[in-house]
């Protein structure tokens, strides 16, 4: 556990990384021989591994997390994520505050901008919602925007795991720090760097890995063209997930980067189905059972089997426009409606 927290601490490059796990895995030779002969090192990796050495880092580490409440957990524990060691660069360890045997259920990832719109929001929302309803452990990035959404959604029906970009005593953002505790409460909270980690920009693409990493499909729900979720999706495809991309507006700017996905070869989401069906899952719902709010029963009711426009159900509900819109969304999750043109509506049969 202390040499791997040391090698995690000095940023191994992948080949390293490999070599470091292979060595412990055939457990013969010097270890010490090995670091600062065999696993050629720069000049800066070696002083700061030997600094470290010497100042006791690993052992201070393990016991404020002890204090904390944080488990450390390393490449060879059984409770390490199986899916995250298929990875061409898998973390040496994993900090983790919460539930870890979470870790090792399917899990599956919702990322997006952080400059989410209200459409956006709804649907990371209620998608999360849903797929945490069915047993999938919901994981993003406890970021503003789509993360949040994502991971309250989660908790409404089930569990959540976040992964940060920073050390589990330095969340971030600050005002996600009680989502986290409810994180934490049902699932848990994860990170690759040391306990008082700032949130450095360079460690949020290095932190996409995992959330991909971790999780047998990646959702992309709304992201311009230069956006984090985007590094997600990208690294899905590395590591031989499945990604997934929502359509939004032709011309909105947080929807060109999930329409650039698409026309790459992500699968286009327009029903919880799409998913369900390429993850190999089965909706096991019966329809008649399905309890309906009330105010979805009332847009459920004005709806008909021909097709009915939302002009048409703002005219006939004592709603308003944003409560029906998000009733219409969640009846579409419930594949109980489907949309069959632009803003028109029929009854699934």
């Known amino acids: 556990m202390k040499g791997l927290l040391l090698f995690n601490k ?44 010497k100042e006791k880092w690993a052992e201070k580490e393990i016991e404020e997390a002890k204090k904390e ?19 061409p660069t898998p973390p040496l360890v994993l900090y983790v505050k919460g539930k870890k ?32 309803s069915l047993g999938l452990v919901i994981v993003s990035g406890l970021a503003r925007g789509i993360d949040t959404y994502a991971h309250q959604g989660a908790l409404k029906e089930g569990i959540t795991v976040a992964v940060l970009g920073s050390g589990l005593l330095n969340i971030y953002p600050k005002e996600n ?25 360079r460690n949020f693409p290095q932190r996409n890995r995992i959330i991909s990493g971790v999780s047998c499909g990646v959702l992309v729900v709304e992201a311009p063209k230069r956006s984090g979720a985007l590094i997600t999706a990208r690294f899905a495809l590395e590591q031989n997930r499945e990604v997934f991309a ?8 947080t929807s060109k980067g999930t329409h ?59 709603l308003k426009k944003e409560k029906i819109m998000k009733a219409v969304i969640s009846l579409q999750m419930k594949n109980l409606i489907k949309e069959i043109a632009p803003l028109c509506f029929v009854k699934m049969k």
């Open 101 to 132: 045997e979470v870790l090792n259920k399917l899990c599956f990832a919702i990322v997006g901008t952080r400059l989410a719109s209200l459409y956006g929001k709804m649907m990371a929302e209620k998608i999360a919602s849903t797929l945490a």
């Open 246 to 253: 929502l359509p939004g507006e032709a011309f909105s700017p």
């Open 177 to 201: 720090i009680s989502l986290a505790k409810e994180i934490i409460d049902k699932g848990a909270i994860i990170s690759e760097f040391s306990l008082k980690t700032p949130p450095f920009r």
């Open 260 to 318: 650039f996905l698409i026309k790459e070869g992500a699968k286009l989401v327009d029903s919880l189905e799409d998913i369900l069906e390429e993850l190999n899952l089965k909706l096991k719902v019966n329809k008649k059972e399905i309890k309906i709010p009330e105010e979805e029963r009332e847009v459920f009711d004005i709806i008909n089997e021909k097709g009915t426009y939302l002009e048409e159900i703002v005219l006939k509900s004592h």
């Open 69 to 87: 409440d944080i488990e450390i957990i390393d490449f060879f524990s059984p409770f390490y994520p199986s899916l995250l060691k298929e990875i």
């Open 10 to 53: 000095i940023n191994l490059n992948s080949l390293q990384r490999k070599e470091v796990i292979s060595f412990l895995k055939e457990k013969s030779g010097n270890l010490e021989e090995f670091i600062l002969k065999d696993l050629n090192l720069s000049s800066h990796q070696k002083d700061l591994f030997l600094k470290l050495l």
